[in-house]
């Protein structure tokens, strides 16, 4: 990835950051990474069942002409966020239980008012075994 792409992706995940302590979650983790992959975000969301821990994919799209910022998530990439996310999890202890966990997607698209627009994909993947 070269570093203007590098730098546009990171400009991303701190927009969608900030949208999501907006919407009350509390960020965990940033851009973790280990020897399957890294991930973008590590975010608690609060929900009425109890807190959720959400691994977020951070996805920009110029238009949808090749599927949704979700669907360019490759079964490959799932599986290196999967094998990620539970080394996550090894290493970062959330209590006696096994906390509820999900992947999601957050799609950025810059409108032409030059403000971001981002679009959650919630549960955007199976991570079923």
């Known amino acids: 990835m070269s570093v203007p792409r590098r730098a546009l992706g990171a400009g991303w995940?701190?927009?969608?950051?900030?949208?999501l302590e907006?919407?009350?979650w509390q960020i965990l983790d940033v851009n973790y990474r280990s020897p399957f992959g890294e991930?973008?975000?590590?975010?608690?969301?609060?929900?009425?069942?109890?807190?959720?821990?959400?691994?977020?994919?951070?996805?920009?799209?110029?238009?949808?002409?090749?599927?949704t910022p979700a669907e360019s998530v490759s079964g490959t990439k799932q599986a290196r966020l999967l094998a990620t996310a539970y080394r996550w999890l090894a290493e970062h202890a959330m209590?006696?239980?096994?906390?509820?966990?999900?992947?999601?997607?957050?799609a950025v698209s810059i409108g032409a008012d030059g403000n971001a627009?981002?679009?959650l994909f919630r549960a955007a993947f199976d991570a079923s075994p």
């Open 39 to 67: 991930l973008d975000i590590v975010a608690l969301e609060p929900t009425k069942d109890g807190p959720v821990v959400v691994f977020v994919e951070v996805r920009a799209r110029r238009s949808r002409r090749y599927g």
């Open 22 to 24: 907006q919407q009350g």
């Open 117 to 119: 627009k981002i679009t």
């Open 95 to 106: 209590g006696e239980a096994e906390p509820a966990c999900r992947f999601d997607v957050a």
């Open 13 to 19: 995940e701190q927009v969608v950051r900030l949208y």
